[in-house]
């Protein structure tokens, strides 16, 4: 079993509607859990980072963590052409360095 | 968020040879990490680089074939030694803030090994 699983995609949704992206790990002694946006060609760049069971929201984006389920997961709401990209789910079990997810391709359809 | 610049940014290198890449931080940070990401992969975590002390190596890697520098807190050196063809990769550092325990990324290093 992976540590960090990503559905590959692509996910792929129209412009305007709700892009949902799901991640599983592994680690119950995880303690942070991050999303990264990676455009082709480019370095992943973070998009939202989660430590407590809940939500958080930033903008556009919401990041969802169940500890108990061990799951993660980022809403994109009103999705935008330019959203298209990788989505990297990314967990830190205490150590500081990152442990990554295949990652789940986006395509938003204009 | 941390600024961080990597050299160069891409290279073309002969089997055999080895590259040393550069990694900036515009400020001082605790963590620098390595990664490759492998063509239509994700990323692999290579090492911590420690500041005044051996890099931490992840399962896989070993110091002989990655050596890492990290001479100061914003300044780490990733060499990738004895190059072949499977050593091609995008390699990227990152930097953690332990106040903030997020990591941000360089602009990565392509490299192509032939």
């Known amino acids: 079993q992976k540590e960090v699983e990503q559905n590959s995609g692509p996910l792929s949704v129209p412009e305007g509607a709700i892009a949902s992206l799901n991640c599983t790990y592994s680690d119950r002694g995880s303690q942070s859990f991050f999303w990264y946006r990676q455009y082709s060609g480019k370095s992943p760049e973070l998009i939202m980072f989660?430590?407590?069971?809940g939500d958080k929201e930033d903008g556009r984006f919401t990041a969802q963590l169940n500890k108990a389920s061990q799951y993660v997961s980022l809403l994109i709401r009103d999705s935008q052409p330019s959203d298209s990209a990788t989505y990297l789910c990314a967990v830190d079990t205490g150590r500081r360095a990152l442990t990554f997810g295949s990652g789940t391709r986006l395509q938003v359809q204009p | 968020s941390a600024v961080i610049s990597q050299k160069p940014s891409r290279d073309i290198c002969q089997r055999g040879t080895s590259l040393t890449i550069q990694c900036q931080v515009d400020s001082q940070v605790t963590m620098m990490f390595w990664y490759r990401q492998q063509p239509g992969q994700s990323l692999t975590l290579i090492a911590t680089a420690n500041q005044g002390s051996e890099a931490t190596y992840e399962s896989g890697f070993v110091i002989d074939k990655f050596p890492i520098s990290r001479p100061n807190l914003t300044f780490s050196t990733l060499t990738v030694s004895n190059m072949s063809p499977e050593d091609s990769s995008i390699y990227l550092c990152s930097s953690g803030f332990t106040y903030q325990e997020t990591q941000y990324f360089g602009p990565g290093t392509r490299l192509l090994v032939l």
């Open positions: 989660i430590y407590s069971n």
